[in-house]
């Protein structure tokens, strides 16, 4: 795996960090102008992924990164924070099934995040 964009790095690092499940990080370059990355991981409970979207914002936000916007938070079942040049999808696991956002996005690469 090629060396990726370290705000990208940073958003995988801190969902792992409260144990977010299959990891994954798209390459957009080349497939969308939204966005360069899309860090997508899941969780077994919507407490759970409030607690991983929680960790983003809090490690995110000490390292000098501003959270451009934010969705789904109430809920619980499938939270977006935009932080421009990346955009991290934490989902439910069911919720991440349904919407398979690596098969939509199928023509970006993908890294398996495993740190």
Do not use: P
């Amino acid at each position: 795996m090629t060396q990726l964009n370290q705000l990208a790095d940073l958003i995988a690092a801190a969902a792992s960090a409260k144990k977010a499940q299959d990891i994954v990080i798209l390459d957009m370059d080349g497939v969308t102008l939204i966005t360069d990355y899309f860090i997508i991981g899941s969780a077994n409970s919507t407490t759970q992924v409030k607690a991983i979207a929680d960790n983003i914002e809090e490690k995110l936000a000490e390292q000098g990164f501003k959270l451009l916007h934010k969705e789904g938070y109430r809920e619980g079942r499938w939270i977006l924070l935009d932080y421009g040049s990346c955009i991290a999808h934490i989902f439910v696991e069911e919720d991440r099934r349904f919407y398979h956002l690596e098969r939509l996005w199928g023509d970006a690469k993908s890294y398996t995040y495993d740190k």
